[in-house]
């Protein structure tokens, strides 16, 4: 391996073939403005973002547009299903934005509940299966349970995306265990995706393995989103960084980093 | 004739869903229509037209996480 920096290193991050250079990916909700958004993702320096399907604003026509500042020229747009409880909501959702917008790499999320949003799993894999028998590419959010994580797979899912912790939460990664032996037992990308509340949960993710980092809220709702964005893109090149160069092992006590030879 | 769109009723004078765009001043680029839950795609507008009692759905991209 190179010994050169990741920012200079090639480790692109490939899901179903596509090839992006982030591994970080962000929503775009929640912000002020789109502008602050748009921002943002500079910032964060992505190449992917987030976004949902909803009814076209009737009553003003002149509202303002993601697309007019979060172009899907520069980034590359993956529709989601949030607010879908069941697999035919998320379903309709994405033959909507495919119709839309063309897109077929999409982000599948089956809600259980409003409180926690947790997901419905038995209605994500069900949801999976018949998205990915019409053609989509399926990365798809789930619990952090590694044995749905791996029917997923066998489903033919491109990314697994398990929750750090409840979606907007900011809670960090809850159960580090689990999303190890996510990334240990899958042959797609895992991104951790929900639950990122600030740089050192990205980084966290990152060292665990993990292949990108998705997060929304940890941005959108800092004090300096922009800041915040630049935070997390060095957070995520830092956990990769140092999961590529294996860290050391823990020691129940100390070892001195001087030399003992040659003490006075 | 009276349709829905968007879950709100509308008193309809378009025979087509391209009339119907033009009338709610919608933009063609980067959104999608539904007819009674079945897509309409964009190449189709301008031949699908309006009933009474139709359901339509007029979807946007737009920020989310």
């Not at chain 1, 990741?6 to 090839?19: F, K, Q, W």
């Not at chain 1, 915040?228 to 092992?249: I, T």
């Not at chain 2, 709100?8 to 063609?28: G, Y």
């Amino acid at each position: 391996m190179s010994n050169s920096a990741i920012s200079e290193r090639n480790d692109p991050l490939v899901i179903a073939g596509r090839t992006f250079k982030s591994r970080l990916i962000i929503g775009t909700g929640k912000y002020k403005t789109y502008a602050e958004n748009a921002a943002a993702a500079e910032a964060a320096d992505v190449d992917m973002v987030t976004v949902a399907i909803r009814r076209v604003n009737l009553g003003d026509p002149s509202k303002e547009r993601l697309t007019d500042f979060v172009s899907p020229e520069k980034y590359t747009y993956l529709p989601n299903t949030a607010g879908c409880f069941t697999a035919e909501d998320a379903i309709r959702t994405l033959r909507l934005a495919r119709e839309a917008g063309g897109w077929d790499l999409v982000k599948l999320e089956v809600l259980a509940d409003q409180k926690t949003l947790y997901p419905d799993m038995e209605e994500t894999l069900r949801a999976a299966k018949l998205l990915i028998s019409e053609g989509f590419k399926v990365m798809v959010y789930c619990s952090d349970d590694p044995v749905y994580a791996r029917k997923l797979e066998e489903a033919g899912c491109v990314a697994i995306m398990p929750l750090g912790s409840l979606i907007g939460s900011g809670l960090g990664i809850q159960n580090p265990v689990n999303i190890r032996l996510i990334v240990e037992q899958s042959r797609v990308p895992v991104i951790v995706d929900a639950g990122v509340g600030t740089a050192s949960d990205a980084a966290i993710a990152m060292e665990l393995g993990c292949d990108g980092v998705l997060m929304n809220t940890a941005i959108a709702e800092a004090k300096n989103p922009i800041l915040m964005a630049s935070a997390m893109r060095h957070a995520v090149l830092a956990g990769r960084e140092a999961y590529l160069a294996g860290r050391m092992g823990k020691k129940r006590y100390a070892d001195p980093s001087s030399p003992l030879a040659g003490l006075i | 004739m009276r349709i829905m769109v968007n879950g709100v009723e509308r008193q309809a004078q378009d025979a087509t869903i391209a009339d119907l765009m033009v009338s709610l001043e919608t933009p063609l680029n980067g959104v999608a229509v539904e007819r009674n839950r079945a897509i309409v795609p964009k190449s189709l507008y301008k031949t699908t037209y309006l009933e009474d009692g139709d359901e339509i759905e007029i979807v946007d991209i737009v920020g989310g996480g």
